[in-house]
């Protein structure tokens, strides 16, 4: 079965610093990926995805992430973080574009001063 | 409507009582979907339509949950004889079709079972 895994259940940065969110998928084909975010008291919203094409993909609110094949990794990042971008960030996958999501279980980011 | 719309947002109940969550899709969209959150934890999968037939049932946790989506539209999940640890969010999400749209997801139900 297909599983997503984020290594990093919190994350800390500095507020004008880069940040990564990892996420690691098992699933042999490539996969249809998706970023969400939660912030407090919202609802999921969607950061970006990738179908196929150019690995790179941009996204909202500056985000971009990258799938590596080899790595069976689509990483989320950004070049400065701003205060607004603390919130939970969920990674996940359909395994074939015709399936429910499955999600990771998140990454907590906070930004301090 | 202009996006997923969740209702009650907040349910209080006794344990031991049924509760209805309903769910009404973006205007339009096939698919349906209904998905659990506890905290801490990533959205879980819990079943999704078609239109008004229901394609995967296989993350209802046991036979106290059911959906139903009977014009193909609104949605409801039931929960029957509620339990403690039915106590989560319940996330309705649509997308246009099942085929690698983007799914949309509504602010959720927060359900305390006491």
């Known amino acids: 079965a297909q599983s997503v895994t984020q290594p990093d259940i919190h994350i800390t940065v500095s507020e004008g610093a880069s940040l990564e969110l990892r996420c690691n998928y098992s699933?042999?084909?490539?996969?249809?990926l998706f970023w969400y975010v939660q912030s407090p008291g919202q609802g999921l919203q969607l950061l970006l995805k990738?179908?196929?094409?150019?690995?790179l993909v941009q996204g909202i609110k500056g985000f971009e992430a990258e799938f590596k094949r080899s790595q069976s990794s689509f990483n989320l990042r950004k070049p400065s973080v701003h205060w607004s971008d603390a919130a939970e960030y969920f990674c996940a996958v359909d395994a074939s574009g015709n399936t429910p999501l499955v999600f990771g279980k998140g990454t907590r980011l906070s930004v301090i001063a | 409507g202009a996006g997923v719309s969740q209702s009650p947002r907040y349910k209080v109940t006794k344990r031991g009582q049924d509760v209805a969550l309903r769910c009404d899709p973006i205007s339009g969209h096939v698919s349906l979907y209904w998905y659990r959150q506890a905290l801490g934890q990533g959205p879980e999968f819990l079943t999704y339509f078609n239109y008004e037939a229901q394609q995967d049932k296989s993350g209802l946790p046991n036979d106290r949950f059911s959906a139903e989506r009977p014009e193909g539209s609104i949605s409801t999940l039931t929960i029957q004889r509620t339990e403690q640890r039915d106590s989560a969010m319940y996330r309705c999400a649509s997308s246009l079709s099942s085929a690698g749209n983007t799914i949309y997801f509504g602010e959720g139900s927060w359900l305390t079972v006491v």
């Open positions: 699933y042999g084909a490539t996969p249809y």
């Open positions: 990738y179908f196929s094409g150019d690995t």
